[in-house]
């Protein structure tokens, strides 16, 4: 799979961080909401422009510095096919600056997001259906969503198989399939499980901080990938800042 690319990345830019892309609508700023409704009234096709012109200027903005974009599938596909179309004018031209393309669909169908007309990088699945879901092509990537933080996700994600929780045997089962792993992780206590479940996975953590990742890593700074939430509502000195704090935590050789 192509996760060697992203570690390539991750070495060139010398920071394990990624920017998130999938902002609430009445998140954006209200100028940007504001010239697109003047444009096209009020509707789906204002709100996706919106979308593609902020995802557009923070691609364009972060490239030199990240390795990486995660862009969240939902925050577009519920704008139909204007937001289809959005997602996969997004990729690309994240792709053609350089950034290695994450689509987060955890969908059970990667091949959509990667083979079809979006052709991310790599896509995010759900693990539940079994190891059908790692079955991409060899240039591409999966990482199976082990660990999601919706709150309802410990009525499943807790249950107890054999002497585990069920999402760290999921986690073995993926790893052992060639899927990367992701984690929506707030605690150190949950990626240091995680790690020692799956010792040689590569682990997207989304809306973990620094600190709270540092298990993930190894001496050489590599395996995981930070997928920072934050930066797509920060203002435009926001991602050198959250550079240079990870690479006092983080040392990329």
Known sequence: MSIAVLQEKIRARKTPLALVLGPEADKLPARITKNFTDMYGPGDMAQAEALRYHGSQLISQTAPLLPAVVLQAEHYLRYGFMGMDVLANLVNMAKAQGLYTIVD??????????????????????????????????????????????????????????????????ADQMARRGAALMAE???????????????????????????????AFDDYGRGALIADTALQYADEDAPQKAVRQLKQLVTVL
């Open 185 to 215: 992780a707030d605690y150190s206590l949950d990626v240091k499980e995680l790690r020692s479940r799956a010792p040689k996975a590569f682990l997207l953590l989304l809306g973990c901080d620094g600190e709270n990742a540092l298990p």
């Open 105 to 170: 669909a955890r969908t059970a169908f990667p091949a959509v997001y990667v083979e079809g007309g979006i052709r991310a990088d790599g896509v995010t699945v759900t693990p539940y259906p079994g190891s059908d879901v790692c079955r991409v092509g060899e240039d591409k990537s999966v990482f199976a969503a082990v660990r999601t933080g919706n709150p309802s996700a410990p009525e499943i994600q807790n249950l107890l198989s054999g002497d585990r929780r069920l999402y760290l045997a999921a």
